[in-house]
């Protein structure tokens, strides 16, 4: 499945495929190079190194609890990951995440991740997908609304949470900012 993914055209063309432990290297290079803005809303601190627990989550390989999907640019072993999601099963939901490079920021990565992460929480046969979003990330909330998430208030005042019942339409076109061309799909078998 690594060799096929979903293909649009941008500025420039990225696909979106599942992340594999070989990835590993490539998704610590893109993690440690986002900006600083890009990294905290993320991962909520200012860190520069990649989330270890993520990189292990990632080398565990372990799709029926979770899977990392990568958007890349570039070809075979001149790949460049361009923006990354995960999703993890916590019991009958899903919690996601993603962060797209910020010169990649408004090409629709963000919505087709988001609906490629609803198709696997569905194929898992989940109720719902959840993340937790910091309450200055109007990027992603605004986004979120697009696919039809709920948002309410999360821990502290800092966090707020989308939440969405997999029973909901999932990201809208209207949501995506690019045409898309399929060349294979990041979809559970």
Partial sequence: ??????????????RIRL?????RPLVARFLSGLGTESRYQRHFE???????????????GDFREGLQLVAVSGQGGREVVVAHAECVRVDSAAEIALVVADERQGQGLGARLMEQLEVWAQGWDLARIYGEVMATNQAMLALARRCGFKIRHGPDARVLVIDKDLGVQSCAPEAMHQERAYTGSAVPA
Avoid: K
């Avoid at 992340?19 to 990835?23: F, G, L, N, S």
């Avoid at 200012?46 to 565990?60: I, K, S, V, Y």
């Fill in 19 to 23: 992340a594999v432990p070989r990835d």
């Fill in 1 to 14: 499945m690594s060799g096929h993914g979903q293909a649009f055209r941008g500025a420039a063309a990225a």
């Fill in 46 to 60: 200012h860190g520069t190194a990649p989330d270890e627990a993520l990189l292990r989550r990632l080398d565990a």
